[in-house]
Every structure is written in structure tokens, then in C-alpha cells.
């Protein structure tokens, strides 16, 4: 081998090697992280493509530790357990969720909802989670009691819209905003919306409300 | 004899040194028919230069800068990930964001569907400078998000369901249905 092949493979080498690092990391942490916690979060971006968990929460979750200016060991301790959540949700709700369904799982585990709860609405509901799933996040961070809330959600899962579970968090919000206890209004408006979802499968033909 | 071939010989040169009357339209049959080879017949030379082998000469050294480049070049521009791309307008909805920060100078709508960068989303004020708001179009999902008062005070959505805090500052959430 002459020399110019030798130099001419080190730079093919230089090359790849650059470009493959540059490839790991996601390119808008580039710039906001410094070089130790890039590492430790692009560490854990590989991990987590390699466990075929979404990236995107991750990567995020990095870039909001950054804009706040949090600490390093906060920002890499932040993604570690969003990592580990989102493994949770995906072994709770199937490996078939949606990228949006397994951030929103991340996020009911987070405020104490049990995975078992989770697979349980997986099992009932035939479309997206992602309402449900934020729907049942928000109650239970809105003080509604964890088993309540998700006994107020199974109840909806089957036959509720989209909509009208959004509908059904706004009402239990407004209720608990008037003084009601969480656990209370979740179980006053449950029934109503089952009412209501109840009624609209009889009259198809009812408007829904704007 | 020789000097019969000189006159001739003379004759000839002289003749041919007699100006040509040309056709004055000679230049314009030209320039038509070349403008007449087309395109192709154009591309076909360039395609036919670029084919032809040459040898190129380079120092190990320039090879190593090449490379470099090509390496910086990579390295700099963005990675094309199928979560970064953005989402067609059909499947996003219009959201609009509110918030009350009377005698501020500048608030921001920071939040996971602008890589939260302070600088992507400014609010703007009502006539009192009391009331802020921004309406922007967003995909399916659940959404963090946070205000930003004049670039260094963090503010949740007082309307909106808190997220749950890792960095000690607020944060808000909203969901896009679907």
C-alpha cells in the first residue's frame, strides 16, 4: 500500500467516524448542551432507538432542561426517567402505540396512574389513546384521586368520543374549580357523559355542541 | 516559363485577396442554426465532457481537507428524522394561547412544538400591554409548553392543566385531539 492510499484511507476513516457521531446525536442538542451532558443524553437516545422507543419526547424534554437552564445532572436525570416511563407505557399499552400514545402514557404514569389501568384501556378503546390518556393525566394532577379518575375513564373508553371525554375533563375541572371534591365530580360527571354518549348513539342525528 | 507560372501564380493570389462579398445575412442563418441544435444538443456536449475520464492530481494533504469538509458539511446540516418533519396542514389545529403579563416588555410562547426556543414564537400584546396571545397551528398530541416574560421569567398557563415539573420552573400542558 503507497502512502497515498494510506492517507487516502485515514481520511475515508476520519470521515465516517465524524459524520456517524454526528449522526447519533440529534442536531438541535447540538448547539444547546454542552459536550458532558450531550454524551450522557445522546447515550440515552440510543438506548431508547435501540429499545425502539420514541426519541422525540426525549429529545425535548432535553431541549426544555436547556431553554430553563437547568443543571446538567437534572437535565440527563430528566431524560433517564422519561426514558424509563415510556418503556413502561410501551410494555402497559403494546408495542403497537403510537409515538403520541406512549408520551401521553409517560405522563399518566408520571402523575401515579397504574399500568394496569393503562392496558386495561387499551383493551376497552378501539381508537387513539392519546385523549383518554391526557384526559385521565389531567384529572388525577387536577386532584381527582388516581383509581377514580381511571375508573371514570374505563367507564368512558368503549363509547365516548374524543371530544366528549375532553368534554367530560373540562366539566370535572369547572367543578372542582366551584368547590366540589375531585373525587365527587368525577363520579357526578361520568354519569352524565355516559348519559350523554348514551343519548347521542340513540338520536345520531342530535347536534353536538360547538 | 517561370515567369508565365509567377503572373498566373500573382493572378491567383491577387484574386484571392479580393474582399468576399458576403451575404449580409450570413451572421443571422448562422446564429439559427446553432439556436436550432436545441437544448439537447447541448446538454449532450455538457454531458459528454462531464463523462470523459481525466486524471486529477491531489495532495494527501488537500485529499485530508476535502474531507474534513465533507465531514463539516455532514456534521452541520440537519439530520432528516421522520419525527422532526412537519406535519401536514390538514393534520394540525389551530390553537390559540393567552396570558396575562401587564408591563411586560416581551413574552414568548416557548414550548415541544418549537424545540422550545424562546426566540421561534412571540406573543403579542393588546393595546394596554396587559393581555398576550399567539395562535399557532399544532399536530395531535400532548403539548408542554411555558411562557417566557421578558426572556427570563418562566410562567405556566393559569388556564391550562400544570405539566409535571423536572427543571423547577412551570409548565403547561395542552391536548390536540386525535
Same mark, same amino acid.
Given at each position: 500500500m503507497t502512502t497515498v492510499h494510506r492517507v487516502a484511507s485515514l481520511a475515508l476513516a476520519a470521515t465516517l467516524l465524524v459524520t456517524g457521531v454526528a449522526r447519533a446525536q440529534d442536531p438541535r442538542l447540538l448547539h444547546r448542551l454542552d459536550s458532558t451532558t450531550l454524551a450522557a443524553v445522546g447515550a440515552l437516545l440510543d438506548s431508547a432507538r435501540t429499545a425502539e422507543l420514541p426519541v422525540e419526547p426525549l429529545v425535548q424534554r432535553a431541549l426544555e432542561g436547556a431553554a430553563k437552564h437547568a443543571e446538567p445532572d437534572r437535565i440527563v436525570a430528566a431524560v433517564r426517567r422519561l426514558a424509563g416511563e415510556l418503556g413502561v407505557a410501551r410494555d402497559a399499552l403494546g408495542r403497537e402505540s403510537s409515538p403520541a400514545e406512549l408520551d401521553a402514557g409517560a405522563s399518566a404514569l408520571r402523575a401515579a396512574v397504574r399500568p394496569e389501568d393503562l392496558t386495561l384501556l387499551r383493551q376497552r378503546r378501539t381508537q387513539s389513546l392519546t385523549v383518554a390518556l391526557a384526559a385521565l393525566t389531567d384529572l388525577v394532577v387536577g386532584g381527582v384521586p388516581p383509581d377514580s379518575a381511571a375508573a371514570a375513564v374505563l367507564a368512558l +373508553? +368503549? $363509547? +365516548? $368520543?374524543d371530544d366528549q371525554i375532553a368534554d367530560f375533563r373540562r366539566a370535572v375541572e369547572r367543578d372542582i374549580a366551584l368547590g366540589a371534591t375531585p373525587a365527587a365530580a368525577a363520579a357526578v360527571r361520568v354519569d352524565a357523559t355516559l348519559h350523554e354518549v348514551t343519548n347521542a348513539a340513540a338520536n345520531p342525528n342530535t347536534p353536538r355542541k360547538p | 516559363m517561370f515567369e508565365h507560372d509567377d503572373d498566373a501564380l500573382n493572378r491567383m493570389i491577387d484574386r484571392l485577396r479580393e474582399p468576399v462579398e458576403m451575404d449580409p445575412r450570413l451572421d443571422a442563418r448562422v446564429m439559427a442554426r446553432v439556436a436550432s441544435r436545441g437544448f439537447r444538443a447541448r446538454a449532450a456536449l455538457v454531458w459528454e465532457w462531464l463523462r470523459r475520464p481525466r486524471a486529477v492530481a491531489i495532495s494527501p494533504i488537500a485529499g485530508l481537507g476535502l474531507a474534513a469538509a465533507a465531514a463539516l458539511l455532514v456534521w452541520a446540516l440537519p439530520a432528516h428524522s421522520p419525527q422532526t418533519v412537519t406535519p401536514p396542514a390538514a393534520d394540525v389545529t389551530p390553537v390559540q394561547f393567552v396570558v396575562v403579563a401587564p408591563g411586560a416588555e416581551s413574552v414568548s410562547l416557548v414550548g415541544d412544538f418549537n424545540d422550545w426556543d424562546a426566540r421561534l414564537t412571540p406573543m403579542r400584546a393588546d393595546r394596554d400591554g396587559r393581555l398576550w396571545t399567539v395562535t399557532i397551528p399544532l399536530p395531535a398530541g400532548r403539548h408542554r409548553y411555558a411562557f417566557l416574560v421578558n426572556g427570563a421569567r418562566w410562567l405556566a398557563d393559569p388556564s391550562a392543566p400544570r405539566a409535571p415539573d423536572d427543571f423547577g420552573t412551570p409548565s403547561s400542558v395542552v391536548t390536540v385531539g386525535g
Open positions: +373508553a +368503549a $363509547r +365516548a $368520543r | -
